[in-house]
């Protein structure tokens, strides 16, 4: 999760140092995009890891309360 956590900060200071570089006029636009892409593709993973880091929260919960109270999920 922390590899995670640095990747979506460094992508997100290589869309700022990508919008400097296009605003400054020493790049075109597609670095930016393509930075933009990348950032966007590192929230997402993210995100992922979140979700699976929350089910297996709710997994262990259940396993250690004998699944007292819950129904079965679909996964």
């Keep these: ?4 956590t640095k990747l979506v ?5 290589s ?3 990508t919008r400097d570089s296009y ?3 020493e ?3 597609f670095p ?3 930075a933009e892409r990348v950032l966007l593709s590192s929230r997402q993973e993210l995100a992922g890891a979140l979700r699976q880091q929350s089910l297996n929260f709710i997994k262990l919960s259940a ?4 699944g007292i109270g819950l ?3 679909a996964s």
């Design 15 to 17: 869309v700022g140092l």
């Design 63 to 66: 396993a250690a309360a004998g």
């Design 32 to 34: 930016v995009l393509d």
């Design 27 to 29: 790049s075109e636009f």
């Design 1 to 4: 999760m922390a590899a995670q």
């Design 23 to 25: 605003e400054y006029g």
């Design 9 to 13: 900060g460094n992508a997100e200071e």
């Design 71 to 73: 129904k079965a999920a």
